[in-house]
T-cell receptor, first 114, second 111 residues
Framework: DTGVSQDPRHKITKRGQNVTFRCDPI?????LYWYRQTLGQGPEFLTY????????KSRLLSDRFSAERPKGSFSTLEIQRTEQGDSAMYLC????????????FGPGTRLTVT | RKEVEQDPGPFNVPEGATVAFNCTYS??????FFWYRQDCRKEPKLLMS???SGNEDGRFTAQLNRASQYISLLIRDSKLSDSATYLC????????????FGPGTSLSVIP
């Protein structure tokens, strides 16, 4: 499968714990995006990378969230001191910059904070 | 006001019907426009890009009106398999690219 992959697919954690999600983009894609989606809403932009550079981070993102893409390939999203409001689907997408920003999404990681 | 707004839905239509979705955007710096489809509990998938001249892909037609900051998607001869949420997506070119998804419009095609 040469699509975008995410791991884990589901994560249940207790409030206050830290969690880390991984995204592997399509190999030739140099842009990588993270989104959060809650029920009945469209994906909400969190951050994106051009190769290893993090170019933009949503102002909605608190300091508890951090993302990395150290070698310009896979990316990780970490949430520290999770809160119940962090429960959502976390989606990763990748795109080829030259291809007018058409994005290809991974299956998502569903986070439940209890 | 949200940056991208869509018809609230849901739309419930019989098979074979024609249905149209509307989307408006507020940022005049918006440059690229897309429609994505999202099935229940699945990831969004690109349905089609939207070009200034309008474009068609089989039963699907997308149109863009930059003056009115309005995008539409028309589905002809609806199939049961068209049931999904349709997301309007706008890319805004500022110092960096900003990708904004609308809240989506739900479509149910009924036998």
């Amino acid at each position: 499968d040469t699509g975008v992959s995410q791991d884990p697919r589901h994560k249940i954690t207790k409030r206050g714990q830290n969690v880390t999600f991984r995204c592997d983009p399509i190999s030739e894609h140099n842009r990588l995006y993270w989104y959060r989606q809650t029920l009945g809403q469209g994906p909400e932009f969190l951050t994106y990378f051009q190769n290893e550079a993090q170019l933009e981070k949503s102002r909605l993102l608190s300091d508890r969230f951090s993302a990395e893409r150290p070698k310009g390939s896979f990316s990780t999203l970490e949430i520290q001191r999770t809160e119940q409001g962090d429960s959502a689907m976390y989606l990763c997408a990748s795109s080829l910059r030259a291809n007018s920003y058409e994005q290809y999404f991974g299956p998502g990681t569903r986070l439940t904070v209890t | 006001r949200k940056e991208v707004e869509q018809d609230p839905g849901p739309f419930n239509v019989p098979e074979g019907a024609t249905v149209a979705f509307n989307c408006t955007y507020s940022n005049s710096a918006s440059q690229s426009f897309f429609w994505y489809r999202q099935d229940c509990r699945k990831e969004p998938k690109l349905l089609m890009s939207v070009y200034s001249s309008g474009n068609e892909d089989g039963r699907f037609t997308a149109q863009l009106n930059r003056a009115s900051q309005y995008i539409s998607l028309l589905i002809r001869d609806s199939k049961l398999s068209d049931s999904a949420t349709y997301l309007c997506v706008v890319n805004v070119k500022t110092s960096y690219d900003k990708v904004i998804f609308g809240p989506g419009t739900s479509l149910s095609v009924i036998p």
